[in-house]
Protein backbone atom coordinates (compact mmCIF):
# COMPACT_ATOMS: atom_id res chain seq x y z
CA UNK A 1 0.00 0.00 0.00
CA UNK A 2 1.62 3.44 -1.14
CA UNK A 3 -0.70 6.83 -0.50
CA UNK A 4 1.11 10.39 -1.97
CA UNK A 5 3.52 12.13 0.64
CA UNK A 6 3.95 15.61 -0.24
CA UNK A 7 5.53 16.86 2.55
CA UNK A 8 8.87 15.21 4.09
CA UNK A 9 7.46 15.45 7.71
CA UNK A 10 3.71 15.18 6.71
CA UNK A 11 1.17 11.67 7.15
CA UNK A 12 -2.25 11.80 5.40
CA UNK A 13 -4.78 11.04 8.45
CA UNK A 14 -6.91 8.28 8.76
CA UNK A 15 -9.40 7.89 11.23
CA UNK A 16 -9.24 4.82 13.49
CA UNK A 17 -11.72 5.73 16.47
CA UNK A 18 -8.92 4.76 19.37
CA UNK A 19 -9.99 6.25 22.22
CA UNK A 20 -7.39 7.12 24.64
CA UNK A 21 -9.73 9.25 27.03
CA UNK A 22 -7.63 12.24 27.16
CA UNK A 23 -4.29 11.40 26.39
CA UNK A 24 -2.86 13.12 23.00
CA UNK A 25 -1.62 10.13 20.53
CA UNK A 26 -0.13 9.86 17.21
CA UNK A 27 -0.38 6.27 15.38
CA UNK A 28 2.35 5.59 12.71
CA UNK A 29 3.52 2.76 10.94
CA UNK A 30 6.88 1.19 12.15
CA UNK A 31 8.48 1.74 8.37
CA UNK A 32 7.19 4.84 8.52
CA UNK A 33 9.73 7.72 6.13
CA UNK A 34 9.64 9.85 9.24
CA UNK A 35 9.94 7.55 12.14
CA UNK A 36 13.38 6.54 10.38
CA UNK A 37 14.10 9.88 9.38
CA UNK A 38 13.25 11.64 12.66
CA UNK A 39 14.28 8.38 14.85
CA UNK A 40 10.88 8.71 16.28
CA UNK A 41 9.97 5.73 18.67
CA UNK A 42 7.26 4.25 20.85
CA UNK A 43 6.73 6.90 23.94
CA UNK A 44 8.57 9.73 21.63
CA UNK A 45 6.68 12.79 22.16
CA UNK A 46 5.99 14.76 18.75
CA UNK A 47 4.87 18.18 18.12
CA UNK A 48 1.99 17.75 15.85
CA UNK A 49 0.76 20.54 13.48
CA UNK A 50 -2.57 20.66 11.65
CA UNK A 51 -3.44 24.25 10.41
CA UNK A 52 -2.80 26.52 12.91
CA UNK A 53 -3.27 24.17 15.69
CA UNK A 54 -0.67 22.20 17.63
CA UNK A 55 -0.72 19.40 20.32
CA UNK A 56 2.17 17.45 22.12
CA UNK A 57 1.31 13.95 21.18
CA UNK A 58 2.78 10.87 22.09
CA UNK A 59 3.87 8.16 19.48
CA UNK A 60 2.40 4.61 19.35
CA UNK A 61 3.94 2.24 16.88
CA UNK A 62 2.14 0.54 14.34
CA UNK A 63 3.17 -2.88 13.01
CA UNK A 64 0.62 -3.69 10.75
CA UNK A 65 -1.03 -2.91 7.69
CA UNK A 66 -3.84 -1.05 9.86
CA UNK A 67 -2.73 1.90 7.26
CA UNK A 68 -1.00 2.81 4.02
CA UNK A 69 2.80 3.74 4.36
CA UNK A 70 2.57 7.98 4.33
CA UNK A 71 -0.56 7.63 6.16
CA UNK A 72 -0.78 8.46 10.10
CA UNK A 73 -3.69 8.10 12.87
CA UNK A 74 -4.52 10.06 16.21
CA UNK A 75 -6.39 9.16 19.10
CA UNK A 76 -9.88 10.44 18.95
CA UNK A 77 -8.71 13.12 21.90
CA UNK A 78 -5.42 14.30 19.78
CA UNK A 79 -8.39 14.17 16.84
CA UNK A 80 -11.26 16.58 18.60
CA UNK A 81 -7.92 18.72 19.62
CA UNK A 82 -7.27 19.68 16.03
CA UNK A 83 -10.43 19.84 14.54
CA UNK A 84 -8.86 16.95 12.22
CA UNK A 85 -11.13 15.42 9.03
CA UNK A 86 -10.35 12.37 6.96
CA UNK A 87 -7.54 12.62 4.74
CA UNK A 88 -5.63 16.07 6.59
CA UNK A 89 -2.47 16.29 6.08
CA UNK A 90 -0.77 16.23 9.84
CA UNK A 91 3.05 18.06 9.96
CA UNK A 92 5.49 16.03 12.84
CA UNK A 93 8.32 17.45 14.55
CA UNK A 94 10.58 16.84 17.90
CA UNK A 95 8.74 18.56 20.70
CA UNK A 96 10.60 21.00 22.43
CA UNK A 97 12.31 20.15 25.66
CA UNK A 98 10.15 20.65 28.76
CA UNK A 99 12.85 22.67 31.07
CA UNK A 100 10.09 22.09 33.98
CA UNK A 101 11.12 18.99 34.35
CA UNK A 102 14.68 20.18 36.04
CA UNK A 103 11.92 20.87 39.23
CA UNK A 104 10.20 17.84 38.85
CA UNK A 105 13.73 16.09 38.92
CA UNK A 106 14.46 18.36 41.67
CA UNK A 107 11.48 17.53 43.48
CA UNK A 108 11.91 13.46 43.31
CA UNK A 109 15.13 13.91 45.51
CA UNK A 110 13.39 16.24 47.94
CA UNK A 111 13.83 19.82 46.87
CA UNK A 112 10.74 22.11 48.00
CA UNK A 113 8.77 23.66 45.10
CA UNK A 114 8.66 27.47 45.18
CA UNK A 115 5.99 29.42 43.51
CA UNK A 116 7.61 29.98 40.72
CA UNK A 117 8.92 26.23 39.36
CA UNK A 118 5.66 24.98 40.21
CA UNK A 119 3.77 27.25 37.78
CA UNK A 120 5.76 26.44 35.59
CA UNK A 121 5.18 22.59 36.15
CA UNK A 122 1.54 23.65 35.97
CA UNK A 123 1.85 25.60 32.62
CA UNK A 124 4.03 22.69 31.34
CA UNK A 125 0.90 20.02 32.76
CA UNK A 126 -1.65 22.13 30.83
CA UNK A 127 -0.19 22.85 27.55
CA UNK A 128 0.29 18.70 27.88
CA UNK A 129 3.65 18.77 27.54
CA UNK A 130 3.55 15.97 30.27
CA UNK A 131 3.38 12.48 28.77
CA UNK A 132 1.48 10.24 31.03
CA UNK A 133 5.05 9.18 32.49
CA UNK A 134 6.00 12.50 33.59
CA UNK A 135 2.57 13.01 35.15
CA UNK A 136 2.72 9.82 37.28
CA UNK A 137 6.41 11.07 38.68
CA UNK A 138 4.72 14.19 39.20
CA UNK A 139 2.01 12.53 41.06
CA UNK A 140 4.13 9.86 42.93
CA UNK A 141 6.95 12.46 44.08
CA UNK A 142 3.68 14.77 45.75
CA UNK A 143 1.87 11.48 47.31
CA UNK A 144 2.72 10.24 50.93
CA UNK A 145 2.17 13.96 52.52
CA UNK A 146 5.55 14.95 50.26
CA UNK A 147 4.17 18.75 49.85
CA UNK A 148 4.18 21.09 52.74
CA UNK A 149 2.00 23.85 53.09
CA UNK A 150 3.80 26.29 50.97
CA UNK A 151 4.17 24.19 48.08
CA UNK A 152 -0.04 23.01 48.31
CA UNK A 153 -0.63 26.86 48.51
CA UNK A 154 1.63 27.11 45.31
CA UNK A 155 0.48 24.51 43.47
CA UNK A 156 -3.34 25.44 44.50
CA UNK A 157 -2.87 29.02 43.04
CA UNK A 158 -0.65 27.78 39.64
CA UNK A 159 -3.50 25.60 39.06
CA UNK A 160 -5.97 28.56 39.12
CA UNK A 161 -3.71 30.82 37.19
CA UNK A 162 -3.28 28.52 34.00
CA UNK A 163 -7.52 28.22 33.64
CA UNK A 164 -10.51 29.97 33.78
CA UNK A 165 -11.95 32.09 36.20
CA UNK A 166 -15.65 33.21 36.57
CA UNK A 167 -16.27 36.45 38.71
CA UNK A 168 -20.07 37.39 40.08
CA UNK A 169 -21.56 40.36 41.03
CA UNK A 170 -22.80 38.44 44.26
CA UNK A 171 -20.13 39.20 47.42
CA UNK A 172 -21.00 35.98 48.77
CA UNK A 173 -20.47 32.83 46.54
CA UNK A 174 -21.05 29.53 47.91
CA UNK A 175 -20.06 26.03 47.86
CA UNK A 176 -19.57 22.42 49.29
CA UNK A 177 -17.19 19.60 48.94
CA UNK A 178 -16.40 16.33 49.85
CA UNK A 179 -13.37 14.76 50.30
CA UNK A 180 -14.73 11.43 49.33
CA UNK A 181 -13.73 7.70 50.24
CA UNK A 182 -17.28 6.99 51.72
CA UNK A 183 -19.66 4.86 48.95
CA UNK A 184 -22.88 6.63 47.93
CA UNK A 185 -22.44 9.95 50.19
CA UNK A 186 -23.67 11.88 47.56
CA UNK A 187 -25.25 15.04 49.32
CA UNK A 188 -24.13 17.46 46.63
CA UNK A 189 -27.47 17.72 44.56
CA UNK A 190 -29.49 17.90 47.57
CA UNK A 191 -27.28 20.68 49.22
CA UNK A 192 -27.07 22.60 46.40
CA UNK A 193 -30.89 23.24 45.84
CA UNK A 194 -31.64 23.79 49.37
CA UNK A 195 -28.80 26.09 49.09
CA UNK A 196 -29.87 27.85 45.88
CA UNK A 197 -33.57 27.91 47.12
CA UNK A 198 -32.92 30.13 49.68
CA UNK A 199 -31.78 32.80 48.11
CA UNK A 200 -27.93 32.06 47.89
CA UNK A 201 -25.63 31.62 45.03
CA UNK A 202 -23.98 28.40 44.46
CA UNK A 203 -21.99 27.29 41.16
CA UNK A 204 -20.81 23.94 41.68
CA UNK A 205 -18.68 22.36 39.80
CA UNK A 206 -18.31 18.64 40.46
CA UNK A 207 -15.77 16.12 39.21
CA UNK A 208 -15.83 12.47 38.27
CA UNK A 209 -14.85 9.64 39.88
CA UNK A 210 -10.81 9.16 40.69
CA UNK A 211 -10.85 6.01 42.44
CA UNK A 212 -14.55 5.49 44.03
CA UNK A 213 -17.67 4.13 41.65
CA UNK A 214 -19.36 7.81 40.94
CA UNK A 215 -17.85 11.32 41.07
CA UNK A 216 -20.92 14.28 41.69
CA UNK A 217 -20.76 14.50 37.86
CA UNK A 218 -21.36 10.76 37.29
CA UNK A 219 -24.38 10.76 39.51
CA UNK A 220 -26.03 13.75 38.30
CA UNK A 221 -25.03 13.23 34.17
CA UNK A 222 -27.92 10.60 34.53
CA UNK A 223 -30.24 13.47 35.59
CA UNK A 224 -29.48 16.22 33.33
CA UNK A 225 -26.09 17.56 31.25
CA UNK A 226 -23.52 18.53 33.08
CA UNK A 227 -20.97 18.97 30.12
CA UNK A 228 -21.25 22.87 29.96
CA UNK A 229 -18.66 25.33 29.34
CA UNK A 230 -17.91 28.46 31.06
CA UNK A 231 -20.67 30.53 29.49
CA UNK A 232 -23.44 28.41 29.49
CA UNK A 233 -22.25 27.32 33.43
CA UNK A 234 -22.84 31.30 33.45
CA UNK A 235 -26.42 31.83 32.17
CA UNK A 236 -27.67 28.33 34.31
CA UNK A 237 -26.42 30.55 37.53
CA UNK A 238 -27.52 33.74 36.30
CA UNK A 239 -31.29 32.03 36.29
CA UNK A 240 -31.30 29.66 39.06
CA UNK A 241 -29.05 30.65 41.40
CA UNK A 242 -26.97 27.68 41.44
CA UNK A 243 -25.91 24.67 39.00
CA UNK A 244 -24.09 21.67 39.53
CA UNK A 245 -21.70 20.65 36.52
CA UNK A 246 -18.83 19.16 35.48
CA UNK A 247 -15.59 21.20 36.14
CA UNK A 248 -13.45 19.90 33.13
CA UNK A 249 -16.54 21.37 30.85
CA UNK A 250 -16.06 24.51 32.39
CA UNK A 251 -12.36 24.97 31.77
CA UNK A 252 -11.73 25.67 35.66
CA UNK A 253 -8.40 24.21 36.97
CA UNK A 254 -7.47 22.47 33.95
CA UNK A 255 -4.37 20.88 35.23
CA UNK A 256 -6.11 19.25 37.87
CA UNK A 257 -8.33 17.15 35.15
CA UNK A 258 -4.66 16.04 33.55
CA UNK A 259 -3.49 14.94 36.84
CA UNK A 260 -6.81 13.46 37.84
CA UNK A 261 -6.54 11.20 34.40
CA UNK A 262 -3.76 9.88 35.42
CA UNK A 263 -4.18 9.14 39.41
CA UNK A 264 -7.56 7.18 38.86
CA UNK A 265 -5.41 4.21 37.03
CA UNK A 266 -2.81 5.12 39.93
CA UNK A 267 -5.13 5.18 42.74
CA UNK A 268 -3.58 7.73 44.55
CA UNK A 269 -5.05 10.90 46.07
CA UNK A 270 -2.08 12.29 48.11
CA UNK A 271 -3.51 15.36 51.05
CA UNK A 272 -2.06 18.09 49.32
CA UNK A 273 -3.08 17.27 46.12
CA UNK A 274 -5.94 16.71 47.11
CA UNK A 275 -6.52 19.79 48.88
CA UNK A 276 -5.13 21.38 45.51
CA UNK A 277 -8.15 20.11 43.55
CA UNK A 278 -11.19 21.06 45.72
CA UNK A 279 -9.21 24.35 46.38
CA UNK A 280 -8.51 25.44 42.99
CA UNK A 281 -11.90 24.57 41.26
CA UNK A 282 -13.67 26.30 44.30
CA UNK A 283 -11.56 29.78 43.71
CA UNK A 284 -11.61 29.42 39.86
CA UNK A 285 -15.30 28.92 40.03
CA UNK A 286 -15.35 32.52 42.18
CA UNK A 287 -16.34 30.97 45.14
CA UNK A 288 -15.96 32.81 48.59
CA UNK A 289 -16.97 30.64 51.19
CA UNK A 290 -16.78 26.57 51.28
CA UNK A 291 -18.39 24.20 53.54
CA UNK A 292 -16.16 21.01 53.25
CA UNK A 293 -17.62 16.96 54.02
CA UNK A 294 -14.96 14.93 55.61
CA UNK A 295 -16.21 11.31 56.03
CA UNK A 296 -13.45 9.52 58.71
CA UNK A 297 -13.50 5.63 59.43
CA UNK A 298 -11.15 2.94 59.34
CA UNK A 299 -11.87 2.09 55.24
CA UNK A 300 -12.94 5.43 54.36
CA UNK A 301 -10.26 8.22 52.76
CA UNK A 302 -9.30 10.05 55.98
CA UNK A 303 -8.79 6.64 58.61
CA UNK A 304 -8.17 8.43 61.89
CA UNK A 305 -8.52 11.89 63.82
CA UNK A 306 -5.28 12.82 63.86
CA UNK A 307 -5.52 12.80 59.76
CA UNK A 308 -8.60 14.61 59.77
CA UNK A 309 -6.92 16.67 61.93
CA UNK A 310 -3.97 17.66 59.80
CA UNK A 311 -6.40 18.07 56.59
CA UNK A 312 -8.74 20.70 58.19
CA UNK A 313 -5.60 22.56 59.14
CA UNK A 314 -4.61 22.32 55.58
CA UNK A 315 -7.28 22.91 53.91
CA UNK A 316 -8.25 25.66 56.31
CA UNK A 317 -4.79 27.52 55.76
CA UNK A 318 -4.86 27.09 52.04
CA UNK A 319 -8.02 28.46 52.08
CA UNK A 320 -7.05 31.52 53.66
CA UNK A 321 -4.21 31.75 51.55
CA UNK A 322 -6.36 32.07 48.54
CA UNK A 323 -8.94 34.35 50.50
CA UNK A 324 -11.48 32.13 50.91
CA UNK A 325 -13.71 31.15 53.85
CA UNK A 326 -13.40 27.13 54.28
CA UNK A 327 -14.66 25.26 56.98
CA UNK A 328 -14.46 21.91 57.56
CA UNK A 329 -17.03 19.68 58.96
CA UNK A 330 -16.33 15.84 60.06
CA UNK A 331 -18.64 13.33 59.37
CA UNK A 332 -19.34 9.66 59.95
CA UNK A 333 -17.19 7.96 57.73
CA UNK A 334 -17.89 4.16 59.16
CA UNK A 335 -20.04 2.98 56.51
CA UNK A 336 -21.92 3.91 53.21
CA UNK A 337 -24.48 6.52 53.01
CA UNK A 338 -27.46 5.94 51.60
CA UNK A 339 -28.27 2.33 49.35
CA UNK A 340 -26.87 3.56 45.82
CA UNK A 341 -23.48 3.17 45.09
CA UNK A 342 -22.87 4.24 41.43
CA UNK A 343 -23.84 6.69 39.41
CA UNK A 344 -27.59 5.52 38.68
CA UNK A 345 -27.99 4.20 41.89
CA UNK A 346 -27.44 7.38 44.07
CA UNK A 347 -29.62 9.90 41.59
CA UNK A 348 -32.72 7.10 42.61
CA UNK A 349 -31.49 7.85 46.20
CA UNK A 350 -31.23 11.84 45.70
CA UNK A 351 -34.56 12.13 44.13
CA UNK A 352 -36.13 9.97 46.88
CA UNK A 353 -34.69 12.57 49.35
CA UNK A 354 -35.72 15.67 47.25
CA UNK A 355 -39.45 14.11 46.44
CA UNK A 356 -39.80 13.58 49.94
CA UNK A 357 -40.69 9.80 49.38
CA UNK A 358 -41.61 7.62 52.01
CA UNK A 359 -38.99 5.02 51.35
CA UNK A 360 -35.82 7.70 51.16
CA UNK A 361 -32.80 6.71 52.95
CA UNK A 362 -33.14 8.60 56.29
CA UNK A 363 -28.51 9.19 56.78
CA UNK A 364 -28.76 10.89 53.10
CA UNK A 365 -31.37 12.84 54.07
CA UNK A 366 -29.87 13.85 57.43
CA UNK A 367 -26.22 14.10 56.05
CA UNK A 368 -27.47 16.75 53.75
CA UNK A 369 -29.70 18.46 55.74
CA UNK A 370 -26.39 19.10 57.97
CA UNK A 371 -24.19 20.33 55.39
CA UNK A 372 -26.39 22.41 54.03
CA UNK A 373 -27.25 24.10 57.24
CA UNK A 374 -23.73 24.59 57.84
CA UNK A 375 -23.69 26.52 53.92
CA UNK A 376 -26.55 28.79 54.58
CA UNK A 377 -24.75 29.11 58.72
CA UNK A 378 -21.14 30.08 56.85
CA UNK A 379 -22.95 33.04 54.67
CA UNK A 380 -23.78 34.90 57.68
CA UNK A 381 -27.71 35.14 56.76
CA UNK A 382 -28.60 32.37 58.85
CA UNK A 383 -27.66 32.61 62.84
CA UNK A 384 -25.82 29.66 64.02
CA UNK A 385 -27.73 26.54 65.31
CA UNK A 386 -30.58 27.68 62.69
CA UNK A 387 -29.03 26.34 59.57
CA UNK A 388 -30.07 22.66 59.45
CA UNK A 389 -33.73 23.97 60.99
CA UNK A 390 -34.06 27.06 57.51
CA UNK A 391 -32.66 23.86 55.88
CA UNK A 392 -35.15 21.36 56.57
CA UNK A 393 -37.94 23.64 56.04
CA UNK A 394 -37.18 23.99 52.34
CA UNK A 395 -36.61 20.02 51.83
CA UNK A 396 -40.13 19.34 53.67
CA UNK A 397 -42.04 22.33 52.15
CA UNK A 398 -40.98 21.41 48.23
CA UNK A 399 -38.88 24.67 47.57
CA UNK A 400 -35.53 22.45 47.12
CA UNK A 401 -37.46 19.88 44.76
CA UNK A 402 -38.87 22.80 42.67
CA UNK A 403 -35.43 24.58 42.23
CA UNK A 404 -33.47 20.95 41.76
CA UNK A 405 -36.21 20.71 38.75
CA UNK A 406 -35.01 24.36 37.39
CA UNK A 407 -31.49 23.74 37.84
CA UNK A 408 -31.64 20.66 35.74
CA UNK A 409 -34.07 22.39 32.78
CA UNK A 410 -31.88 24.86 33.03
CA UNK A 411 -28.83 22.87 32.35
CA UNK A 412 -30.19 21.27 29.51
CA UNK A 413 -33.63 18.85 30.65
CA UNK A 414 -34.37 16.46 33.23
CA UNK A 415 -34.26 12.83 32.86
CA UNK A 416 -34.69 9.74 34.90
CA UNK A 417 -32.01 7.72 35.80
CA UNK A 418 -31.92 4.23 34.03
CA UNK A 419 -31.79 0.80 35.21
CA UNK A 420 -29.22 -2.12 34.96
CA UNK A 421 -30.54 -5.34 33.62
CA UNK A 422 -28.45 -7.79 35.35
CA UNK A 423 -28.52 -8.10 39.22
CA UNK A 424 -27.52 -10.52 41.93
CA UNK A 425 -28.29 -10.58 45.57
CA UNK A 426 -25.08 -11.31 48.06
CA UNK A 427 -26.94 -12.59 50.91
CA UNK A 428 -25.96 -13.32 55.18
CA UNK A 429 -24.08 -16.85 54.96
CA UNK A 430 -25.23 -16.02 58.84
CA UNK A 431 -27.59 -15.04 61.21
CA UNK A 432 -26.29 -12.04 63.78
CA UNK A 433 -25.84 -8.61 63.71
CA UNK A 434 -23.97 -6.32 61.01
CA UNK A 435 -20.76 -5.22 62.71
CA UNK A 436 -18.57 -3.31 59.82
CA UNK A 437 -18.76 -2.37 56.71
CA UNK A 438 -15.52 -2.47 54.41
CA UNK A 439 -16.00 0.47 52.32
CA UNK A 440 -13.26 0.22 49.61
CA UNK A 441 -13.88 -3.25 49.39
CA UNK A 442 -17.66 -2.42 48.68
CA UNK A 443 -16.81 0.29 46.21
CA UNK A 444 -14.69 -2.28 44.98
CA UNK A 445 -17.30 -4.60 43.79
CA UNK A 446 -19.31 -1.33 42.35
CA UNK A 447 -16.37 -0.78 40.12
CA UNK A 448 -15.83 -4.65 38.91
CA UNK A 449 -19.87 -3.95 38.25
CA UNK A 450 -19.51 -1.66 35.69
CA UNK A 451 -19.64 2.14 37.27
CA UNK A 452 -18.97 4.62 36.87
CA UNK A 453 -18.23 3.82 32.89
CA UNK A 454 -21.70 1.75 33.50
CA UNK A 455 -24.24 4.11 34.57
CA UNK A 456 -26.72 2.06 35.77
CA UNK A 457 -24.43 -0.25 37.40
CA UNK A 458 -23.10 -0.57 41.28
CA UNK A 459 -24.30 -1.82 44.16
CA UNK A 460 -27.46 -1.24 45.82
CA UNK A 461 -26.54 -1.61 49.97
CA UNK A 462 -29.40 -3.01 52.27
CA UNK A 463 -27.91 -3.69 55.88
CA UNK A 464 -26.19 -0.77 57.50
CA UNK A 465 -24.37 -1.46 60.57
CA UNK A 466 -26.58 -2.50 63.52
CA UNK A 467 -28.84 -4.56 61.39
CA UNK A 468 -29.99 -8.04 62.77
CA UNK A 469 -29.97 -10.41 59.47
CA UNK A 470 -31.46 -14.06 59.32
CA UNK A 471 -28.84 -16.67 57.50
CA UNK A 472 -30.13 -15.97 53.36
CA UNK A 473 -31.14 -12.26 53.88
CA UNK A 474 -29.95 -10.18 51.21
CA UNK A 475 -27.18 -7.41 52.22
CA UNK A 476 -26.58 -5.88 48.70
CA UNK A 477 -27.27 -6.11 45.08
CA UNK A 478 -24.89 -6.07 42.75
CA UNK A 479 -25.97 -3.91 39.35
CA UNK A 480 -24.51 -4.74 36.34
CA UNK A 481 -25.36 -3.49 32.35
CA UNK A 482 -23.63 -6.87 31.34
CA UNK A 483 -23.90 -10.02 32.23
CA UNK A 484 -19.62 -10.74 32.23
CA UNK A 485 -19.02 -7.72 34.28
CA UNK A 486 -21.49 -9.05 37.25
CA UNK A 487 -20.13 -12.11 37.18
CA UNK A 488 -16.27 -10.29 37.48
CA UNK A 489 -17.90 -8.67 40.24
CA UNK A 490 -19.68 -11.75 41.83
CA UNK A 491 -16.18 -13.74 41.49
CA UNK A 492 -14.68 -10.90 43.71
CA UNK A 493 -17.32 -10.97 46.55
CA UNK A 494 -17.37 -14.48 46.94
CA UNK A 495 -13.72 -14.55 47.94
CA UNK A 496 -14.41 -11.26 50.15
CA UNK A 497 -16.57 -12.92 52.42
CA UNK A 498 -15.84 -10.09 55.36
CA UNK A 499 -17.24 -7.01 52.66
CA UNK A 500 -19.97 -6.74 55.59
CA UNK A 501 -18.82 -8.54 59.13
CA UNK A 502 -21.37 -10.19 60.92
CA UNK A 503 -21.02 -10.95 64.71
CA UNK A 504 -23.20 -11.77 67.85
CA UNK A 505 -25.78 -9.71 68.59
CA UNK A 506 -24.50 -7.23 72.11
Same mark, same amino acid.
Given at each position: MEAAVPHRNSLKLRRLGIDTYQHHVVFMRSDCH???????SVQSRVQVRLGAKTIIAT?????????? +??????? $?????????? $????MLLSHAAPV $?????????? &????????? !?? $?????????? &??????????? #???????????? *????? #? !? *?? *??? +????????? !??KHCVGGLPGNRTTPIVVAIVAAFGLTIPKTSSRAITSPAGTADTMETLAPVNLDARAMRRVVEREGGCIVWGGGAGLSPADDALVRVERPLELDSEGQLVASVLSKKAAAGSTHVVVDMPVGPTAKVRSSAAAEFLCGRFEATGRALGLSVRVIVTDGIQPVGRGIGPALEARDVLAVLRGEAGAPPDLRERALL?????????? +??PAGIGQKEATAILEDGRAWRKFEAICEAQGGMREPGRASNTDWICATRAGCVMAIDNRRLARAAKLAGAPKASAAGVEFLAPIGTLVEEGQPLFVLHAEAHGELHYALDYVNNQPDIVAIGEPR
Open positions: ICRSEGFVNVVHSDLFA +RGEGSLS $ESAWRALGAH $EGDE $ESLSHLRGKV &YGKPLDDAS !ML $EIVRDITAGR &YSDLHLSAFIT #ACAGNHLDLDET *VALTR #A !M *VA *VGE +RLSWDEAQI !MDLAGHVLELSA +RV
